[in-house]
């Protein structure tokens, strides 16, 4: 269950982190990624847990402690604009305007 839960946060995360034109390859290795686990989670739990029945556990439980660490490495964007860009300073003369229909 908590595999297909992080399956879903995989897809509302991802479309918000990256931009626009990028959006679309990293979503898809992301999905890969997140499916290659959801298949070979079963197969390490069976072969590992009848060496160390701890492992499995162990294993996934690391996996998790790695990935919450690695998420203080990305930027801050609250109240930030979203740019079309994946450069990191900011140009505003390239941003979309929304005006207000009258």
């Given amino acids: 269950m908590t595999m297909t839960a992080s399956y879903h946060l995989t897809w509302v995360y991802t479309l918000e982190l990256f931009s626009t034109a990028n959006r679309a390859r990293v979503l898809g290795e992301a999905s890969v990624l997140t499916r290659v686990a959801t298949v070979s989670v079963p197969y390490i739990n ?4 009848e060496v160390l029945p701890w492992a499995p556990g162990a294993l996934c439980s690391l996996a998790a402690l790695i990935a919450a660490g690695l998420v203080f ?10 740019t079309q860009r994946d450069d990191c300073h900011h140009d505003h003369h390239d941003d979309y305007t929304f005006q207000a229909v009258t």
């Fill in 73 to 82: 490495l990305l930027p801050e964007t609250t109240n930030r604009k979203i």
């Fill in 46 to 49: 069976d072969l590992l847990g």
